[in-house]
């Protein structure tokens, strides 16, 4: 599907950007729709190592952490 499609992409632009965190967060997003939770968290974290200023990708590990009840950032 869609997200299928947009994940390829992403991966794709990061082989040539890994150290872009919006690209990172954009993953975590996709795999999180996908309901792959854990992966997403280590997107998120990648993007927040990147740029600890990050807001999105804070909010977005936050929020997958509050769903998991562990309350861990970083």
Known sequence: GKLGL???ILV???KDHQGEA?????????LQ???QDR?????YRKAIEL???HIEALMNLGTI???????KVG
């Open 6 to 8: 947009s994940y390829l």
């Open 12 to 14: 794709r632009a990061l």
């Open 22 to 30: 919006t690209l990172h967060n954009n993953v975590g997003v996709i």
């Open 33 to 35: 729709l996908q309901k």
């Open 39 to 43: 992966m997403a968290q280590g997107s």
């Open 51 to 53: 740029n600890s200023k």
């Open 65 to 71: 952490q509050t769903e998991f009840g562990d309350g």
